[in-house]
């Protein structure tokens, strides 16, 4: 069940809000708690209904191993609990490489030693990628005695809520425990429905009117890329320019619905996009962008690795490991592992620019030309992440660099204009938490977040100041409204969300 599906948005959503709220009011906090998970496991089942199995055993198995394991801890040299929480990580491991590495791994074995092993064709479970995550770090955390108490009720709900099950943000345990003990949890309030509507129909528009509009210019040029075919100067541009916009406003959005759907029921989902494209240096990239999945890198594999902790050589290993297992972790296929791969070797440049003995200019030009580079390197490794395969990000790469036909030089000012507008709202309008700011839309993000990070746009302390700040006022209705119904009428062409893939 898509976010941007009729089913979803007039059905699914509105019934299962109306009946959290009635549950609360009638039988509690608790029952509206359950309610909730039945729903998630609805929501998830409407998909594929032979994968409920797994989703539900792999949870009863975390929570039951996550019990041992913090028993065990409070024994002397801390039992078996290192044991069992190596056991528990295996299993979540096991189970990920199983449906979504088998055929990649066949394959590799068939084209390097001539094996003539059969593919399996496994279909891969929906989430399976984000979940999996999600209770490696509940293990972890349980053996380092970071887990706070809690049921086995508020532990379903963390793994199995609705509105960040399928593609993330990848929430932490810490994040939603302390949310589910409110007195007032799940309560009615309009506060929060009225915070949690405008977010999710800002998501949704990026999706539907940004996302899937600026796609008719990237994916034709990526299939005929992946078809063999040569790629002009102009179109390379275009198509690797336009994925680089399509996937952040596709994955954006939803985030933003998630966090807008989350936020209805009363809770706040953290951050998982901060205007990445306005990055001054790829370390900034990644503190901005899948913001979730970069913290569980940082958390549970490069600190796991050593981090910093060994010398400079070290440190530069564990970047460019824990960046090309990222890029694998999006997808059975080489080119994902080499774009992570790009990542960790861009990383190592930063951090080696960083540890040069120079004085580093801060002006506003400066800032200006790092961002413009950085989004230009970002986008370039964006071709490996799109591509089909190698042959066909060649193929981009190639046309790239190829020289103009003239007659192409009759889409320059076309293409100018086009990329002018699209840079501007990345660069210059406020992203959903800076313009709600004043009502803390997110989990990690409040007024005093919003005052430390100015906007590029020099409106603060301006009359138009207002403009960019969220407040419950007709104005605010209309203009969500508005952005409501563009997006209502572009749902003729229903599509996936690009990060459903992973």
Known sequence: MLFNSPVFLFVFLPLVTIGCFYVRARLGREASLGFLVLASLFFYGWWNPVYLPLLIGLAV??????????????????????????????????????????????????????????????????????????????????????????????????????????????????????QTKRAKGFSFDRMNLAIGLTIFFIGLFKKVVLADNVALVATPVFARAAAGGEIGFFDAWEGMLAYTFQLYFDFSGYSDMAIGAARIFGIRLPLNFHSPYQALNISDFWRRWHMTLSRFLRDYLYISLGGNRRGKARRYLNLFITMALGGLWHGPAWTFMLWGAAHGLMLIVNHGWKALPIRKINTWWSRGFARALTFLCVALAWVLFRAADLDAAMAIYRGLIAVPYEPEFSRLGENLLWLSFWMGIVWFWPNTQQWLAMVRPAFNYTWADRRADPLLLPVDGTRYQRLFLWRPSKRVAIAVGLAAAASFLSLQRVSEFLYFQF
């Open 61 to 178: 198995f975390n929570f039951l191993m996550a019990k041992a394991i913090m028993f065990e801890r409070l024994k002397p040299g801390g039992g078996r609990a290192t044991l069992l929480t190596t056991i528990g990580v295996t299993v979540d491991l096991g189970s990920l490489a199983y449906f979504k590495y088998t055929d990649f791994l066949i394959g590799t074995s068939n084209a390097l030693f001539d094996t003539g092993f059969q593919l399996q064709h496994i279909v891969l479970p929906l989430a399976i990628s984000f979940f999996t995550f999600q209770k490696i770090a509940y293990l972890v955390d349980a053996r380092r005695g970071e887990v706070e108490p809690h049921s086995f009720l508020e532990y379903c709900f963390f793994v199995m809520f609705f509105p960040q099950l399928i593609a993330g943000p990848i929430v932490h345990h810490k994040e939603i425990f302390s």
